[in-house]
């Protein structure tokens, strides 16, 4: 991806997150700020309106150093465990939930002496990670994303968490926990479209680098291989029907 994409993807991620912790945020604190908008003080309104803007890219920033960990890991863990890769994702997944669940949440739920205003986070984040996961491999046909996916949206997020659950003030953990998971779907499904649109117009441009070869060589090789194994399942396929079309005629013979 150029620069150029990669600069848009970066200011629009925390554009997003300005936005969506400023939208909350206003809901949420209505008492405290939103209704200085409604009694005609615009000075309180907009100084508490600024500091959720920059609290709002704070979480955005969060999100990214996350995705960019999660770009560096994925591939790392696919070296070191190969096939086995995705069942370490699904364990780490769920110690993520257990994790959410009950050594976090419950506990300062406990404490708090409010456990279903703290429960429902866990439930936010694995039922938006199903759903964003579905959406991403429903997007990419034969790629196999949903469980990579699954992992960023719950475990990654999980982790990005800590830091904003210490708190007794459940306002704090609505504006964070909405703009997290709003920022992790948005760099999760929208990467794939900037990096073509990079492609794109560095074709156009005649531009060609060799690591644009490079990956288009990997790409046109993965397509070879699932294309050798699709015809080789299909020649077991037909093998094993013969074979049994064979043992049902022999059988027919010994029984006559």
Not at 88 to 117: H, K, N, T
Not at 214 to 226: G, H, P, S
Request: net charge positive; glycine share 6%.
């Amino acid at each position: 991806m150029t620069s150029k994409y990669l600069v848009r993807f970066y200011f629009r991620t925390l554009l997003l997150g300005m936005v969506v912790t400023a939208i909350v945020s206003l809901v949420t604190e209505y008492q405290n700020v939103t209704r200085y908008l409604l009694e005609g003080q615009f000075g309180e309104f907009f100084a508490g309106l600024v500091w959720f803007l920059g609290y709002g890219l704070l979480i955005a920033t969060v999100s990214q150093v996350a995705f960019f960990i999660y770009l560096f890991l994925h591939p790392l863990g696919m070296g070191i465990f190969k096939k086995l890769w995705p069942y370490v994702q699904l364990l780490l997944i769920m110690y993520a939930v257990f994790d959410m669940f009950y050594v976090r949440f419950y506990r300062v739920g406990v404490e708090a002496g409010q456990v279903w205003s703290y429960i429902w986070i866990p439930i936010l984040v694995i039922v938006s990670g199903f759903i964003v996961a579905r959406w991403k491999d429903r997007e990419s046909p034969g790629t196999q994303l949903f469980i990579p996916a699954l992992f960023y949206m719950i475990f990654m997020t999980s982790v990005t968490l800590i830091p904003f659950i210490t708190v007794e003030d459940t306002s704090w953990i609505y504006r964070s926990v909405f703009t997290l998971i709003i920022c992790n779907a948005f760099q999760l499904l929208m990467l794939p479209k900037y990096i073509e649109a990079s492609e794109k117009e560095k074709a156009e441009r005649g531009r060609v680098t060799k690591a644009d070869i490079n990956e288009q060589k990997r790409t046109e090789r993965e397509r070879e291989q699932m294309a050798q194994k699709s015809k080789e399942k299909s020649q077991v396929k037909k093998r094993n029907a013969l074979n049994y079309k064979n043992s049902t005629r022999q059988k027919d013979r010994h029984g006559k």
